[in-house]
């Protein structure tokens, strides 16, 4: 099994809502991303998880609060997001360093 | 941390040209260097990648080499055909705390049929 499902797929929230998005892998990756992208632009780091505990918070708002349950799982809980926050979130996953990162399809998230 | 820059931002290639995609970065600690393919509306997928010990990699009408002296890397990309058309994105990783990609600003390339 080499793939990282995310769900959902799609995502649409009011700036009031609570919602969580999920990630899953099972190809036994101790490191765990969670990136924003917005149109045309590059992934950008959120967060990295080593070995399940939190190793890189990049300046992230509270509104994004990330969690790994296990090994093989990642959420990311979000509360009271603003509109600039909709875009496409990645999740991706790798053994460590000089290891490829497999992403997910990602969540395409839109803030009404 | 890591500072990767990436020219051009935008590449358009006649069908069966070559393309060629640079990239350049600050930390001479960083020692994997993978390049993404990203279509419209998809996931970033891994097309090629490059360790610091080695020069160059071939993988059919892929390569990719890489200067560690000068930091730079570069993706080659022979006899294009338009499913190539996608934006490309160059990373460099291992140079920072914990672990992570830090991704160049991407180029979108078109291949005109």
């Known amino acids: 099994d080499t793939e990282v499902t995310q769900t959902p797929k799609h995502l649409v929230m009011g700036m009031t809502n609570k919602k969580s998005l999920k990630c899953e892998q099972h190809?036994?990756?101790?490191?765990m991303y969670w990136y924003k992208q917005k149109a045309k632009k590059p992934p950008e780091l959120m967060f990295v998880?080593?070995?399940?505990?939190?190793?890189i918070n990049e300046s992230v708002p509270s509104r994004f609060s990330p969690e790994c349950p296990n090994s093989s799982l990642l959420n990311l809980h979000l509360h009271a997001l603003q509109p600039e926050d909709s875009a496409l979130y990645l999740c991706?996953?790798?053994?460590?360093?000089?290891?490829?990162?497999?992403f997910g399809q990602g969540t395409r998230l839109t803030v009404v | 941390g890591e500072n990767v820059e990436q020219h051009p931002s935008t590449l358009s290639v006649q069908e069966g040209d070559s393309a060629v995609i640079k990239c350049t970065y600050s930390?001479?600690?960083?020692?994997?260097f993978p390049w993404y393919k990203q279509e419209l509306g998809k996931r970033p997928q891994l097309i090629i990648d490059?360790?610091?010990?080695?020069g160059e990699k071939k993988d059919q009408r892929i390569a990719v080499t890489l200067n560690k002296t000068a930091k730079h890397f570069s993706l080659h990309i022979t006899e294009t055909q338009p499913e190539d058309s996608a934006v490309y994105f160059c990373?460099?990783?291992?140079?920072?705390?914990?672990?992570?990609?830090?991704f160049g600003t991407g180029t979108s390339l078109t291949v005109i049929p």
């Open positions: 930390d001479s600690a960083s020692n994997y």
């Open positions: 990373a460099a990783h291992g140079g920072g705390p914990g672990n992570q990609f830090y």
């Open positions: 190809m036994g990756h101790r490191a």
């Open positions: 998880y080593s070995y399940e505990k939190l190793s």
């Open positions: 490059i360790r610091s010990n080695v």
């Open positions: 991706a996953s790798s053994h460590g360093v000089l290891n490829e990162a497999f």
